[in-house]
């Protein structure tokens, strides 16, 4: 009997601790959190040296103290747990080859580190402008403003590029029309770029429009020849300029024994199109 009254006042004992630690648990005051907002963000360029301002930053990378706080998709409004002062870093995501699997913060544009205050319970609104990099190169830049353009026609190629002017924005851009009677066009950099082959980072940017298909990629010039590379297929975009970063990079490495490169564009009429209309503009080819 006096173990079974001794088992039982322990049975009691230990049943009023949980019921005590769980009511303290529950008495205890949650954190509130403050919140960031992000609805758009913006580029800022030197014209002359880095070319325009295009952009398509789809993401930021949020942290805070130096701590990753999360990858956000633009717009976004989200909880950050802590309060008070404290140093909120950002950087520029985007879509590596325009696809949304392959998401990465953009090497070339600068982290934007702010001090401020992050109010408990409250929304703080913020507006990034990113810019490039100092250390950045720009091998290539073709925006079609000038006289002339620094493309050139290869052999194979039936279509000539032409410039047209957007009188709405006082823009230039390139543009190719294929159809049954010329069917193909090819065109590659006039000039051959000395890239880098230790891994750094090499990317194309381009702003696009079409209803039709057509590839970029580069020529790799070695000794005794010269390989075209495609790289991607962009696939029809054609009621407004989409801007896109091709990464190079793994072309550029495979090819260590290549004297320089060339970027490449072309694009032949496929079955099930009468014709097909590729407009490009604000080219730029970057490393470190």
């Given at each position: 009997m006096f173990f079974v009254l001794c088992s039982m006042k322990f049975f009691l004992l230990?049943?009023?601790?949980?019921?005590?630690?769980?009511?303290?648990?529950?008495?205890?005051?949650?954190k509130i959190p403050s919140y960031i907002q992000i609805n758009q963000v913006q580029?800022?360029?030197?014209?002359?040296?880095?070319g325009e301002n295009t952009h398509k930053i789809s993401d930021v990378w949020i942290n805070v103290d130096g701590n990753l706080q999360g990858?956000?998709?633009?717009?976004?409004?989200?909880p950050i747990l802590e309060t008070g002062k404290h140093t909120v870093?950002?950087?520029a995501g985007i879509k590596v080859n325009g696809i949304a699997a392959s998401r990465a913060p953009y090497p070339f544009f600068n982290i934007i580190h702010i001090d401020t205050i992050l109010p408990e319970g409250k929304i703080l609104s913020l507006t990034p402008v990113f810019s490039y990099k100092s250390e950045?190169?720009?091998?290539?830049?073709?925006?079609?403003?000038?006289?002339?353009?620094?493309?050139?026609?290869m052999i194979g190629s039936d279509t000539v590029m032409y410039i047209v002017s957007d009188t709405s924005n006082n823009n230039k851009f390139g543009k190719f029309t294929i159809d049954a009677i010329r069917q193909k066009f090819y065109y590659k950099s006039s000039?051959?770029?000395?890239?880098?082959?230790?891994?750094?980072?090499?990317?194309?940017?381009?702003?696009?429009?079409?209803?039709h298909p057509f590839t970029l990629g580069l020529l790799v010039n070695k000794l005794q020849s010269s390989?075209?590379?495609d790289i991607i297929v962009l696939n029809p975009h054609p009621h407004k300029f989409n801007h896109i970063y091709i990464d190079?990079?793994?072309?550029?490495?495979?090819?260590?024994?290549?004297?320089?490169?060339?970027?490449?564009?072309?694009?032949?009429?496929?079955?099930?199109?009468?014709?097909?209309?590729?407009?490009?503009?604000?080219?730029?080819?970057?490393?470190?």
């Open positions: 230990v049943i009023c601790c949980i019921i005590f630690l769980s009511c303290s648990k529950w008495d205890k005051k949650e580029l800022q360029t030197d014209a002359a040296t880095e990858i956000y998709e633009i717009p976004v409004t989200f870093s950002i950087r950045t190169k720009f091998s290539w830049i073709e925006d079609f403003q000038g006289n002339g353009y620094s493309l050139d026609r000039e051959a770029f000395d890239l880098p082959v230790n891994g750094s980072a090499v990317f194309l940017e381009l702003d696009y429009r079409c209803n390989v075209a590379n190079l990079t793994y072309t550029v490495t495979q090819n260590m024994d290549a004297l320089d490169y060339n970027v490449i564009i072309r694009g032949v009429l496929q079955d099930g199109y009468s014709q097909g209309e590729i407009e490009i503009d604000n080219l730029k080819l970057l490393h470190f």
